[in-house]
């Protein structure tokens, strides 16, 4: 029998969802671990993630911690947040999500609410599988900065320029961290020990610095 690879993650795309009803299904979900829900102007895609999307989400948050630890940046790590505008009736939850210039201002938020807070200036996104719902402009719409964004090969960044997103080698947001070595990383994090692997990120990142 051949072994089949287990999908990194599930998705269901729903069409024509009122506002209301979203919010019904995000409250009724609160408390379901690894699901994540994305609604665009009655566009609504509901993702489960596994270990498959976990592990790479994982590397790269750490490596932006460790990166910003190295540079002697201040940052705010807000997860998986659920980030909302009622008013364009747009929503987003990323794999992860990053306040580096408006750190202090959120740090001791228990809820980000966008109509008076600013949005992450980076997120990380991971699809391996190839969603659906296009979210670069549901990002674009919110104003988040950059996206590290993983396919399964490879890392890219993305950098918002007016209303649509760049690619970019280098982050602005977190320099001097590269798409091509954060790809590398990710990669070593799958087959290095942990210590090995941190330790190596922060040499790579001192050299530079």
């Known amino acids: 029998m051949l072994a089949t690879a287990a999908p990194a993650e599930n998705r269901v795309l729903l069409r024509n969802v009122s506002w209301d009803t ?4 995000l409250a009724e979900n609160v408390n379901v671990a690894g699901t994540r829900f994305f609604y665009d ?17 994982r590397a790269l948050a750490t490596l932006i911690g460790l990166t910003a630890e190295e540079t002697g940046r201040d940052y705010s ?3 998986s947040t659920t980030f909302k505008r ?11 999500s990053f306040y580096f210039r408006h750190a202090a201002e959120v740090r001791d938020k228990d809820r980000i609410d966008l109509a008076t807070d600013p949005p992450p200036e980076l997120i990380i996104e991971v699809d391996i599988t190839s969603s659906s719902l296009d979210h670069f402009p549901l990002y674009a719409a919110i104003g988040v900065s950059e996206i ?8 890219r960044f993305h950098r918002l320029e007016g209303s649509a997103y760049t690619p970019i080698e ?6 001097p961290m590269t798409a091509a070595q ?4 990710v ?23």
């Open 22 to 25: 979203y919010e019904r299904l």
């Open 41 to 57: 102007e009655g566009n609504l895609e509901i993702m489960v993630v596994y270990v498959g999307h976990e592990k790479p989400n």
């Open 77 to 79: 790590a807000a997860g």
């Open 86 to 96: 009622n008013d364009l009736e747009k929503a987003f939850e990323p794999d992860s």
């Open 148 to 155: 590290w964004r993983y396919d399964g090969e490879r890392v």
């Open 170 to 175: 280098e982050s602005i947001v977190l320099p």
């Open 182 to 185: 954060a790809t590398i990383f």
């Open 187 to 209: 990669e070593r994090d799958r087959r290095d020990k942990a210590t090995d692997w941190r330790r190596a990120v922060r040499e790579w990142v001192r050299a530079r610095s």
